[in-house]
T-cell receptor, first 114, second 114 residues
Framework: DQQVKQNSPSLSVQEGRISILNCDYTNSMFDYFLWYKKYPAEGPTFLISISSIKDKNEDGRFTVFLNKSAKHLSLHIVPSQPGDSAVYFCAASRYSGGYQKVTFGTGTKLQVIP | GAGVSQSPRYKVAKRGQDVALRCDPISGHVSLFWYQQALGQGPEFLTYFQNEAQLDKSGLPSDRFFAERPEGSVSTLKIQRTQQEDSAVYLC????????????FGEGSWLTVV
């Protein structure tokens, strides 16, 4: 049962344009959402997060939007740069068994074309 | 240390061999997680420690997998009698507290069973 879904395995965007990565979840108990970025042969790196009490969080070129009613979140990167080319993982967490348990999606590979 | 450190980075094991993977979390981080990431997939939860207590081991795929964190800092993931399906990247992550939402990953230990 895939509770966090990233339905687009890959995305190509021209440098300078907007990249939009999407994520859907099924468990309404999730209360915190995160995006991680992963380069080849490295571990995932935390990028940005959002609490379920908010609908938007912005950090520089990165903005995460949360639509709780649709159980959907998205990551916007504006403007996209070639260095943004990586795999992006959506993650969702909920308090369970005494800790915040984090569940990951399968990732979207972003390619930013110079 | 400044980040989560894992060793070895790469391990090739013969089928049936035992392996031990080490994780040194960020200093002061109470929570420690192990994840398994197969090729083309997102990280899958294996187990969680809060200090030295293993609060959740529901993700361990079989009784060949064992994890410990005896002094609440360094952790070891042990896989006995390795099989080819164990080939994956094993990611360790830590966070400040049990209620902490952001987890920080190491670079991973790449295990190949031949």
């Amino acid at each position: 049962d895939q509770q966090v879904k990233q339905n687009s395995p890959s995305l190509s965007v021209q440098e300078g344009r907007i990249s939009i990565l999407n994520c859907d979840y099924t468990n309404s108990m999730f209360d915190y959402f995160l995006w991680y970025k992963k380069y080849p042969a490295e571990g995932p790196t935390f990028l940005i997060s959002i609490s379920s009490i908010k609908d938007k969080n912005e950090d520089g070129r990165f903005t995460v939007f949360l639509n709780k009613s649709a159980k959907h979140l998205s990551l916007h990167i504006v403007p996209s740069q070639p260095g943004d080319s990586a795999v992006y993982f959506c993650a969702a967490s909920r308090y369970s068994g005494g800790y915040q348990k984090v569940t990951f999606g399968t990732g979207t590979k972003l390619q930013v074309i110079p | 240390g400044a980040g989560v450190s894992q060793s070895p980075r790469y391990k090739v094991a013969k089928r049936g061999q035992d392996v031990a993977l080490r994780c040194d979390p960020i200093s002061g981080h109470v929570s420690l997680f192990w994840y398994q990431q197969a090729l083309g997939q997102g990280p899958e939860f294996l187990t969680y420690f809060q200090n030295e207590a293993q609060l959740d081991k529901s993700g361990l795929p079989s009784d060949r997998f064992f994890a410990e964190r005896p002094e609440g800092s360094v952790s070891t993931l042990k896989i006995q009698r390795t099989q080819q399906e164990d080939s994956a990247v094993y990611l360790c992550a830590s966070s400040l507290g049990g209620g902490g939402n952001t987890i920080y990953f190491g670079e991973g230990s790449w295990l190949t069973v031949v």
